[in-house]
């Protein structure tokens, strides 16, 4: 089982690596959009398996898949010390190992 863990986490940190090898000459507008698009996936995740993130979503009604830009992150209150102690569990992803 060990090894098998070890040989898919090798496959996907190669993939990965190559990933970045090749974005690293991407036009600065393709880097941007792909940046954004990796947020977003985030942050949907965020919002369907974190209870701290589907709350704020839903009272902030902030869709992530309706990002269009950076910009649209100012709909949300930034993440404080005091909101990480005050909320803890609440801050993890039930889907964690």
Partial sequence: MASWRRSKDRRLFLRLLNDKLASQYWPVQQQQAHQLERLK????????????????????????????????????????????????ERLLSGRRR
């Fill in 41 to 88: 996936q985030l942050l949907v995740h965020a919002g369907q398996h974190v209870p701290y993130y589907r709350d704020l979503f839903r009272r902030a009604g902030f869709n992530p898949r309706a990002m269009r830009a950076l910009s649209d992150l100012a709909a949300l209150p930034p993440l404080t010390r005091l909101s990480v102690q005050e909320q803890g």
